[in-house]
């Protein structure tokens, strides 16, 4: 039953695709995919995938949830191991670290926060160090992080700086913990993201960043996740989205089992992610001064869905 929202999409998007019909409210389709297909169409998507757009893993693990699928409709399987084979980061790393998209969005939120630190030491007083408060919600893996913090080691020190790592999951704060020792600026602690931000030690207008990479479409309601991190974000501070932006179907095999059932406009909409004019709707409503997309429309990278939303309160 807690996977019924997935399989409802399912349902939508096979019948928008033409794969099946609709007659009250029964779903049936006339011509049947035979196995032999269905391996040449993941032949074609390896072909089409492998040594450009990504490692080979990629697929390899969307094979392997489509091949699980009935386990998991029915909770024989869970998803998050899939993701993780026992305890392995190697097919999250590959999603989240080595896909071309990933690795234009991660440098370009590292771009994004050494541009906003010129900013601030712009404005700085001659003779002071900027400071700059950052604070990273659902950091999971640390794939968008390692990439951030790199570019910040070289300029830590003209910087009176504190970066916050947060994540629901003690298991990715003991990893980030290691893997970040060496950088005395930086914090971690657990946090949720549908929980009041105050109760959880965040304070009123104190954060300079927040960077939500690939995290926000998790949350149960997103206008009000929107309007909490407002709250704590100083005046002209900024929020640091990546998220996809069309409906992802190799999402609906996968990840999707492991997301939590939206109460928000995807709620309406049957979606699994909003769109570019949904999530400006949500900035606007939340009081955003300034939105800046990137890539922009006739970057290469648009037809992968996927986008860096540059938000200033």
């Not at 386990?71 to 999603?95: E, T």
């Not at 913990?177 to 207008?205: C, H, K, T, V, Y």
């Not at 100083?234 to 059932?261: H, N």
């Not at 939340?286 to 992968?304: C, D, F, M």
């Amino acid at each position: 039953p807690r996977h019924y929202h997935v399989i409802r999409r399912w349902l939508q998007k096979l019948t928008e695709y033409g794969y099946l019909q609709q007659q009250g409210g029964y779903f049936f389709n006339s011509d049947l995919l035979t196995q032999e297909q269905v391996d040449h169409q993941w032949h074609l998507v390896k072909e089409a995938w492998n040594g450009r757009l990504g490692s080979p893993k990629v697929i390899e693990y969307l094979i392997d949830n489509a091949q699980q699928l009935p386990q998991m409709m029915r909770d024989q399987q869970q998803a998050v191991h899939l993701l993780f084979p026992q305890g392995r980061m190697d097919v999250a790393n590959a999603l989240y670290r080595e896909t071309l998209m990933a690795k234009y969005l991660n440098q370009s939120v590292a771009e994004a926060v050494l541009r906003i630190i010129r900013r601030q030491s712009a404005l700085s007083e001659e003779g002071s160090r900027a400071s700059l408060r950052i604070v990273e919600l659902g950091a999971g893996t640390g794939a968008t992080t390692e990439v951030v913090v790199g570019r910040l080691q070289k300029v830590v020190s003209q910087l009176d700086l504190n970066y916050l790592f947060t994540d629901i999951s003690r298991f990715f704060l003991g990893a980030a913990r290691e893997r970040f020792r060496d950088n005395p600026w930086m914090s971690f602690q657990l946090f949720d993201i549908d929980q009041n931000a105050f109760d959880q030690g965040l304070q009123p207008e104190s954060i300079d960043v927040f960077i939500a990479a690939g995290m926000l479409n998790n949350a149960r309601n997103i206008d009000q996740v929107i309007a909490g991190l407002f709250q704590c974000l100083v005046p002209g501070g900024w929020i640091l989205i990546t998220e996809p932006t069309r409906e992802f179907t190799e999402m609906l095999i996968s990840q999707a089992f492991m997301m939590t059932p939206p109460e928000d406009e995807r709620q309406k909409s049957q979606a699994t992610f909003l769109s570019v004019k949904q999530w400006q709707d949500v900035f606007q409503k939340a009081g955003a001064q300034e939105v800046v997309l990137l890539p922009n429309e006739k970057h290469p990278l648009i037809p992968l869905g996927q986008r860096l939303l540059i938000v200033r309160k």
